[in-house]
């Protein structure tokens, strides 16, 4: 069984004084439903779920009256079995953007106050069957990914205490030593052949088969390909998707990593596209890094509307996007060119987006001055450059050197660093899991 960050906070929302009702947001297939049951197995005596997918009658429940009242008497008799006892049942309502009214009634589970209810869905950010949005102030929500690189690692068995002494070296930017170095890197290349997404992740501990793993890749591209082909208007379904299968190319077949339209059909615009990108963004099936025009807090001030970059949600999908033969290339380190350093930047991406940061990036056509990431946090900004070697990072230089305000930034190259020199900090890839 994979061991999840998001365990923590669910056990911090389980003891809050007057628990409101959680909403666990994020995409399909990031192990929000399996870890939901385990939390309730582990912390109440009594379990009920409802998944509106699954059994579309159970909507009946919220049909009518939506007192706490009459809606636990329906419970009893939907469940005659189970003992729906104040403080001691979880209710769980999954795929809950398929029961509009189960929604509304959260306001009053919340107000009620006696018994525990958490909801989930893999599209809650579409709205597409209802016009009004969760009932703000009686919900609290937790975002679940696919996994990141430190619980890939608890995955192989890697110890809380190895991964420790590893932070241990960031912590005082020290150079790892090269056995160490060697084998986490190793790991990494492994983390990004493939990806974050439990089953994947799960099948490769299990088996060590890469073959097994392009499968269930496939497979999980396959089905947010059906979410997109079901949930989409009827006016977005083509759209969507091709803007979605056109990542791969955006990311890792040419140097300019800004979404171009051009990528996804011959005289494309985004006049006839933008939209599509905009459900696809709400949709948690994409997320998006913004050109800003200055290196400067707050950046969303600065952000120029209609320049982005485009990424999956997690490595998986992209990786499925592209031959098997990419895997093996990844995990031999036999990667060049545009592939090598596009995979690189998204899985620093991959990363910093597992964080809950917003990403932003700066490009300068006259100056030549580029940042390949740019996050913010408590006020201060923080600028970030990505190298599939250890080339200099001019534009960090420049911009740590000219801008008062900002006093570092991190430089993650494929190599072993561990150095800090005039403010830029400078550390291998598998690093970026750890600031």
Avoid at 303 to 316: N, P, Q, V
Avoid at 338 to 353: H, P, Q, R, S, V
């Amino acid at each position: 069984m994979l061991k999840r960050k998001a365990t923590k906070q669910l056990q911090d929302w389980i003891k809050t004084k007057n628990k409101k009702c959680l909403v666990v947001q994020g995409a399909r297939q990031t192990g929000k439903t399996f870890i939901i049951k385990q939390f309730a197995e582990d912390n109440y005596d009594e379990y009920i779920e409802i998944n509106f997918k699954m059994t579309p009658s159970a909507t009946d429940i919220f049909s009518g009256d939506l007192s706490v009242d009459g809606m636990v008497m329906a419970l009893k008799f939907r469940f005659p079995d189970k003992k729906i006892i104040p403080g001691k049942t979880l209710i769980f309502l999954d795929e809950i953007q398929e029961c509009p009214e189960a929604i509304t009634s959260l306001k009053f589970w919340a107000d009620d106050n006696r018994y525990d209810l958490i909801a989930s869905g893999s599209l809650l950010g579409i709205d597409y069957k209802r016009s009004s949005s969760y009932p703000v102030g009686y919900v609290d929500y937790i975002k679940m990914h696919g996994l990141d690189f430190e619980e890939f690692l608890w995955g192989l068995g890697i110890s809380e205490d190895m991964i420790g002494s590893v932070q241990e070296y960031l912590l005082h930017k020290k150079l790892i030593p090269e056995a160490i170095h060697n084998q986490i890197m190793s790991y990494y290349r492994q983390y990004i052949a493939i990806g974050g997404m439990p089953e994947a992740v799960q099948e490769y501990v299990d088996s060590k088969d890469f073959r097994e793993v392009d499968r269930i890749q496939r497979n999980l591209l396959q089905g947010y390909q059906y979410d997109i082909a079901h949930y989409a208007t009827a006016k977005e379904k083509v759209k969507a998707e091709k803007c979605y299968l056109s990542l791969s190319k955006q990311l890792l077949d040419k140097e300019n990593h800004k979404f171009q339209y051009k990528e996804i059909e011959h005289g494309a615009r985004a006049q006839k596209y933008y939209s599509s990108i905009d459900w696809l963004l709400r949709a948690d099936i994409i997320h998006l890094s913004q050109a800003v025009s200055d290196i400067r807090y707050d950046l969303d001030d600065y952000a120029k509307s209609g320049l982005f970059r485009a990424y999956t949600t997690d490595m998986s999908l992209l990786i499925a996007m592209k031959d098997f033969s990419l895997k093996q290339h990844i995990v031999e380190n036999t990667l060049s060119g545009n592939t090598k350093g596009g995979l690189y930047e998204c899985a620093i991406a991959d990363a910093l987006y597992k964080k809950d940061y917003a990403l932003y990036y700066y490009k300068n056509d006259t100056t030549k001055k580029e940042l390949d990431f740019i996050i913010q946090k408590d006020g201060v900004v923080i600028p970030i450059e990505v190298k599939s070697g250890n080339t200099k990072a001019t534009s960090l230089t420049n911009v740590i050197k000219n801008k008062s305000d900002i006093s570092y930034g991190y430089k993650f190259v494929d190599g072993n660093k561990g150095i800090s020199e005039d403010g830029i900090i400078t550390l291998p890839l598998y690093m970026s899991a750890f600031i």
